[in-house]
């Protein structure tokens, strides 16, 4: 025994002196990793932290650190690579994991990791956000409101997972999708609009009695405010419930077309359903202007109009179908049809004056009236004041034009439309400093619309 320790002890000395070497090195690597962290520079830290965790391999932690600061950089797939490597994590190295799952596309993988995380650690709010988000790429509708319903569990105070759960379930249960909407307009006011279009759309829907009016009537109110995914997750829900509900199959094709499909054989299914159906027709002739083919929209907003002829919205898209296809007359009497049948509707006053102000038609004699008759209806927006300045523009009534322009900007200093009618008064009028200021001033507010656009193009003509 006494002759075995000095050689133990010796042994032990022997792999302490080649052991140290690479505990200095791995001393220094975490040190240079802390520092690039504290000075910003993650995937430096990331680098050194992954060289760490190899010289010490006991240490567990360190690559997933390595990981998440790969992940803090936007390297993925190191950030995916090290953390799926790892022989333990943490809540937030499990929802790092999803995540860069997620961004790179890997929406299954991403789904996966989350779910062992919450098996491993039960709910977790971080994960369970993450899980929703994976479910909805997926296309697991239903998988995504069991992840925010367990969320909501755990925090009923975020106002955006409220709305999603509520749109969610409105599709899925509408019984209980009013409350959770209700309460994320509660927690905040941005959600309101679009609390208010689902509640008509929901109380609508509770009135029919049959499963695919009813899922119909939803899916119109999801596509409303511009939820055209879950719409036609609605509308599809619909024609599995009755196949043979032409409204249903001519909202799918509505659908589909907003998701960036074609959406043709939905609409012709319908119509062979039910070829007297308005909505149908207009439906389809919505379609065939998209596809720039204006006698044939033409025809089918004609049928819409002649099947309900009384329905001001249809004999307002007949004219516009008439101007598309460039029979102005006509689309003038159209115009003037549907404000008669709604002589109290601002609306159709605006359709009207707009129409005239935009293909310079009728100015003086309809155009004007029209938008004078819509700023009685509606005297406080400035959208009125705006129309009737673009009118007495068209019209060549320059003094008239900036009075109205002004005041509607009196009403709404953000008014983009207004800024650029006000632009182009002045640039008629050879003030050409103010014209570009108001130009200006509509090119950014509106920078991705068709009056920043339209904006832009004077600006560049004008002011190259």
Not at 46 to 66: G, P, Q
Not at 189 to 204: I, V, W
Not at 229 to 253: C, I, K, M, P, S
Not at 365 to 391: F, H, V
Request: aromatic residues 8%.
């Amino acid at each position: 025994m006494r002759t075995r320790l000095p050689k133990l002890l010796i042994l032990l000395a022997v792999v302490g002196l080649i052991a140290a070497p690479a505990l200095f090195s791995a001393s220094g690597e975490i040190r240079r990793a802390d520092a690039a962290l504290a000075s910003g520079r993650p995937l430096e830290a990331a680098a050194s932290l992954e060289r760490a965790s190899v010289l010490l391999f006991w240490r567990a932690d360190l690559t997933e650190r390595a990981g998440r600061a790969a992940f803090a950089g936007r390297d993925f797939a190191s950030a995916a690579r090290l953390l799926a490597s790892a022989k333990s994590l943490s809540v937030d190295g499990w929802r790092d994991l999803g995540a860069a799952y997620y961004a790179q596309g890997r929406f299954d993988d991403s789904a996966d990791a989350l779910q062992r995380g919450l098996e491993i650690y039960g709910p977790q709010t971080a994960l369970l956000r993450q899980l929703a988000l994976a479910r909805n790429a997926q296309g697991d509708f239903e998988g995504e409101l069991a992840a925010l319903q367990e969320f909501i569990a755990l925090d009923g105070s975020d106002a955006a997972v409220r709305h999603r759960a509520g749109l969610l379930l409105a599709v899925y249960d509408p019984n209980e999708a009013l409350a959770e909407l209700t309460v994320s307009a509660q927690l905040d006011a941005q959600y309101d609009p679009e609390f208010q279009t689902m509640r008509s759309a929901l109380n609508l829907a509770f009135i029919e009695t049959d499963e695919a009016r009813r899922l119909t009537v939803i899916g119109r109110g999801l596509g409303l405010v511009q939820e055209w995914t879950l719409a036609r997750e609605a509308f599809q829900r619909a024609v599995r419930a009755d196949g043979e509900n032409a409204e249903a199959w001519a909202w799918l094709g509505e659908a589909d077309q907003h998701l960036g499909q074609d959406g043709s054989e939905a609409l012709a299914r319908a119509a062979s359903l039910d070829p007297f159906s308005a909505s149908v027709r207009a439906l389809y002739g919505l379609y065939w202007k998209r596809r720039d083919d204006p006698q044939r929209a033409l025809v089918q907003f004609q049928w819409a109009a002649a099947i309900e002829p009384n329905n001001p919205a249809y004999l307002a898209s007949l004219g516009d179908a008439y101007a598309f296809a460039g029979e102005l007359p006509s689309a003038l009497a159209a115009y003037k049809q549907a404000a008669d049948l709604a002589p109290t509707e601002a609306a159709y006053w605006r359709l009207l004056a707009a129409f005239c102000a935009q293909y310079h038609f009728a100015e003086t004699e309809t155009g004007i009236p029209a938008a004078q008759r819509a700023l009685k209806l509606a005297p406080d927006e400035a959208a009125s004041y705006d129309l009737l300045g673009w009118m007495y523009l068209a019209a060549g009534q320059h003094d008239e034009a900036e009075k109205n322009l002004l005041e509607a900007l009196r009403l709404d200093p953000d008014d983009a439309a207004a800024h650029l009618h006000l632009g182009t008064t002045y640039l008629e009028l050879n003030r050409m400093d103010e014209a570009r200021q108001q130009l200006s001033l509509a090119q950014s507010l509106d920078a991705d619309g068709a009056d920043g656009e339209a904006a832009q193009k004077l600006l560049a003509l004008y002011f190259p």
